[in-house]
Nanobody
Framework: QVQLVDSGGGLVQPGGFQRLSCAAS????????MGWYRQAPGKQRELGAL???????NAADAVKGRFTITRDNAKNTVYLPMNSLKPEDTTVYYC?????????WGQGTQVTVSS
């Protein structure tokens, strides 16, 4: 079993910076990739960015060049530094940990980009 705890959301002005954190505990060695997904009301959850255990990254076109996912294996923690935030980035962000069989999810953290 893996537990994920998201944190770091809040209110930020357009053009600003915010960093999300996801701390994992439990059977972390089972996780092949970790990522951040976001879900607006009434819409499907979609990928923001992910990073594999080998360090390969992938990101949605909407966030490329602005969001760069990183991981600290010693701390079992994944970070999502978000630069140049836009109002359309406003939504709930969920940490995800994918094993061979199961997707684990954090509880979600709200990011609001507004002046």
């Amino acid at each position: 079993q893996v537990q994920l705890v998201d944190s770091g959301g809040g209110l930020v002005q357009p053009g600003g910076f915010q960093r999300l954190s996801c701390a994992a505990s439990g059977s972390f060695h089972r996780i092949n990739a970790m990522g951040w997904y976001r879900q607006a009301p009434g819409k499907q959850r979609e990928l923001g960015a992910l990073i594999t255990s080998g360090g390969m990254r992938n990101a949605a076109d909407a966030v490329k060049g602005r969001f760069t996912i990183t991981r600290d294996n010693a701390k079992n923690t994944v970070y999502l530094p978000m630069n140049s935030l836009k109002p359309e980035d406003t939504t709930v962000y969920y940490c995800n940990g994918a094993s061979a069989r199961i997707n684990y999810w954090g509880q979600g953290t709200q990011v609001t980009v507004s002046s």
